[in-house]
């Protein structure tokens, strides 16, 4: 079992910034590639960005692509979503999700069923 917990959320006004953090404890070891995912009202839940547990390999949404980075500190078993120049439609929750493997393509990192396990959140809310 993997948990995972996520924070940093909060409001922010357009072109702002925010670091969201995902926190994961039990057997992390086993774990291959953290994901943030994101769902706004009334929508489905869309991947944000991931990275594998070694931190070589990453992957980022179209939508968000030179606008947020994803990281990881393997000392802390976290993993960061950095995200600049905030828009209005970048307001959501943001989960973070643990997955034991994934090939690495794109249909495979950008799908919700590729991860095992989920946090419970943070909300991030971009407005003026």
């Known amino acids: 079992q993997v948990q995972v917990v996520e924070s940093g959320g909060g409001l922010v006004q357009p072109g702002g910034s925010l670091r969201l953090s995902c926190v994961a404890s039990?057997?992390?070891?086993?774990?291959?590639?953290m994901g943030w995912f994101r769902q706004a009202p009334g929508k489905e839940r869309e991947f944000v960005a991931a990275?594998?547990?070694?931190?070589?390999?990453?992957y980022y949404a179209d939508s968000v692509k030179g606008r947020v980075t994803i990281s990881r500190d393997a000392a802390k078993n976290t993993v960061y979503l950095q995200m600049n120049s905030l828009k209005p439609e970048d307001t959501a929750v943001y989960y973070c999700?643990?997955?034991?493997?994934?090939?690495?393509?794109?249909?495979?990192?950008?799908?919700?069923?590729?991860?095992?396990?989920w946090g419970q959140g943070t909300q991030v809310t971009v407005s003026s």
């Open positions: 999700g643990a997955a034991y493997y994934i090939a690495w393509r794109s249909s495979l990192i950008k799908s919700n069923n590729s991860y095992e396990y």
């Open positions: 039990g057997r992390t070891f086993s774990t291959y590639a």
């Open positions: 990275i594998t547990w070694s931190g070589e390999l990453t």
